[in-house]
């Protein structure tokens, strides 16, 4: 009998040795994406739960704005490049009435000013429409690295908004497994410090690490979160899925 109470207590103390935490999957490099310009959705070529490709195309919006800011571009610099070839051919008239002392200097010098000052137009006028056409390739919306759609909240014939995320992208090269650990347990960890890390699902078991340790408590239950981050090869891995974290 004292044998058998002899080795429930020393279960029960190595299991109180161990310490198991329940989290989840999240993915830390997760992206809003939204598009720079508004216009109406043209088309969408992502679903939720697809995987995408860096610079792969997720949807398009239409041209308008950007056509309606290029016209007005090129008008500027047509009326800009019509005035000087005016004022050229007026100081080249000039000049010559100035060999023959028919115009004053003053007339002439005010004439290659405002040339001078058109030219300077031009450029600026130039450099605006070519800023313009710059801004057609921000039509195609495209993913900024590999990952899966988590999210997607536009539809073709839909007005994409600056600053309103239209798609939400997450990493699945860069998981790690989020928990709450109570705040009476905290002296267990520290950064750096390995643990082990299952997804019953896939009957997955690793070694991972606690590479954050976030100084901010839930008053209501007194736990801080923490993230833990383990390397594998499974690509079955995906965000929001149940883990363990096990802490000696």
């Known amino acids: 009998m004292k044998k058998i109470l002899l080795i429930i207590a020393l279960g029960a103390a190595l299991m109180a040795e161990t310490l198991t935490l329940s989290g989840s999957v999240i ?4 992206k809003m994406i939204t598009s720079r310009f508004m216009g109406f959705v043209t088309n969408v070529y992502v679903n939720e739960g697809e995987k995408v490709k860096r610079n792969q195309i997720l949807y398009t919006i239409d041209s308008r704005e950007i056509d309606s800011a290029a016209r007005q571009s090129e008008l500027s610099l047509q009326m800009y490049q019509n005035q000087y070839t005016n004022v050229k051919l007026n100081l080249n008239r000039y000049k010559r009435l ?6 004053s200097k003053y007339e002439v010098e005010n004439l290659e000013l405002a040339a001078l000052n058109l030219q300077d137009m ?5 450099a605006r429409l070519q ?8 039509l195609n919306v495209k993913a900024p690295n590999s990952g899966v759609v988590v999210a997607k909240n536009i539809k073709v014939g839909e007005m994409a908004m600056p600053g309103m995320p239209a798609i939400v992208l997450s990493d699945l090269s860069d998981l790690k497994i989020s928990a709450d650990i109570p705040e009476s347990n905290l002296s267990l960890i520290t950064h750096g410090k390995k643990v082990i890390v299952e997804i019953p699902s896939l009957k997955l078991k690793a070694i991972g690490k606690i590479s954050a340790i976030i100084p901010n408590s839930n008053p209501m239950t007194h736990t801080f979160k923490i993230k833990v981050s383990f390397k594998t090869n499974s690509k079955s891995i995906y965000p929001g899925m149940y883990a363990t974290i096990s802490i000696n």
Do not use: T, W
């Open 131 to 138: 800023e313009v056409k710059n801004q057609y390739k921000y």
């Open 98 to 103: 100035l060999e023959k002392d028919m115009v």
């Open 122 to 126: 031009i450029s600026i006028a130039k």
């Open 27 to 30: 993915s830390d490099n997760q």
